[in-house]
């Protein structure tokens, strides 16, 4: 499998941020990817590079996911989530509609559960084959043992362990998408709360909005230079007065972060050095050029402690901080 010295990894991810990989190596099937991982243990697993922040000084090494393939459901890791969402449609199966536009590959899909306009992965998926890098075995978990949560699983509460391999989605046949959940989506398709629609409908309504937010990637776009949202929405007892909230399982809220650090006094646009917050949309923090790593954090650390001095909520971050924390 190709193997390389000395490459700059911030072209390599959606925020432009991060130093070299020592060595990289690339991994175009399942069992190349086993191979790698077992070789070098403490190596970074990349896919898309969407959801992660990787550190100024570099990474000694990368294991870059590229393998391909659709065999029915299964998806290989390497596969593009966006890619897979428009197939997928285009064959007559519904339940990704609410899930286009995301960025990153198939293998990282499962690791924070990707949700959008009230869809998740979870509802979608049978299961997860993956590599265990502590028993040294590969696995399939069904859905019921991936422990997805909101942004959350069994493969992000253990950094480092689980590497993916593939995933079998579990969707039907049909025209109509699923319920739509999520009030500005209704609206735009000019349906009810908990109504269906032509699923391809959905699929660009999402496509649409998520533009509109800078939430698809887009080289004329400088705020997709981002990590998606940065802050997940925290879930507490009671939401602040007028902060859109939505209740949770738990019993617990869950409120807009955007709204929260809106209303902390961090704007759309917000920032003057070259890291800020998007013009479009306060939850994401884009790179406006000649960034780094340390400005970005500083930024980030700067949005939290004034969510925090004002509401008392602590804010989490969604992207993965490669080798440091908030
Ligand atoms: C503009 C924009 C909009 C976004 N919108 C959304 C959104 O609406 N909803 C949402 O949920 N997310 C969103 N995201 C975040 C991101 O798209 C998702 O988290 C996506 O699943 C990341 O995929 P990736 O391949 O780029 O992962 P990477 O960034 O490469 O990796 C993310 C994490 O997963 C691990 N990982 C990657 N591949 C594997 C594998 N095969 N096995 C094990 N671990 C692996 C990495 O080590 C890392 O810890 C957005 C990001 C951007 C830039």
Redesign the pocket.
Same mark, same amino acid.
């Given at each position: 499998m190709p193997s390389h010295t000395d490459v700059p990894l911030a072209p390599?991810?959606?925020?432009r941020l991060g130093g070299p990989a020592r060595s990289l190596v690339v991994c175009e099937s399942a069992a190349d990817?086993v191979e790698a991982v077992r070789a070098r243990p403490c190596a970074?697993?990349?896919?898309?590079?969407?959801?992660?922040v990787l550190p100024d000084e570099g990474l000694d090494e990368v294991v870059l996911?590229r393998n391909r393939g659709v065999s029915g459901l299964e998806l290989q890791?390497?596969e593009d989530?966006d890619e897979v969402v428009r197939l997928s449609l285009e064959q007559g199966y519904v339940g990704l509609e609410a899930?286009s /536009?995301?960025?990153?590959?198939?293998?990282?899909?499962p690791?924070?559960?990707? /949700?959008?306009?009230g869809a998740?992965?979870a509802s979608c998926i049978l299961s997860v084959r993956?590599f265990d890098r502590e028993s040294g075995a590969e696995v399939v978990l069904p859905a019921a043992a991936c422990g997805f949560a909101y942004?959350h699983s069994v493969?992000?509460a253990s950094?480092?362990r689980?590497?993916?391999?593939s995933v079998q989605l579990a969707l039907s046949q049909g025209r109509l998408s699923a319920p739509v959940r999520y009030a500005e989506l209704a609206d735009c398709l000019g349906v009810a709360l908990g109504d269906r629609a032509p699923a391809a409908d959905v699929r660009e309504a999402v496509l649409a909005l998520?533009r509109r937010k800078?939430?698809?990637?887009d080289p004329s776009d400088a705020d997709?230079v981002?990590? /998606?949202?940065f802050f997940t929405n925290p879930l507490v007892p009671m939401a602040p007065a007028g902060a859109p909230s939505w209740p949770d399982p738990s019993g617990l809220v869950k409120v807009s972060a955007a709204w929260l650090i809106e209303n902390s006094g961090f704007g759309k646009g917000w920032g003057e050095g070259p890291i800020g917050l998007s013009s479009k949309h306060t939850l994401?923090l884009v790179n406006r050029g000649g960034g780094t790593t340390a400005e970005l954090l500083a930024v980030a650390r700067a949005v939290r402690d004034g969510v925090q001095s004002t509401f008392g909520i602590t804010l989490v971050n969604?992207?993965?901080i490669?080798g440091g924390e908030l």
């Open positions: 390599l991810t959606s925020l990817l970074l697993v990349l896919g898309g590079g969407s959801n992660v996911v890791a390497g989530w899930l /536009g995301i960025p990153g590959t198939v293998g990282a899909s690791i924070q559960n990707i /949700g959008a306009y998740e992965l993956a942004r493969f992000k950094p480092g689980w590497v993916v391999l998520r800078g939430m698809v990637l997709s981002s990590a /998606g949202s994401a969604e992207p993965v490669v």
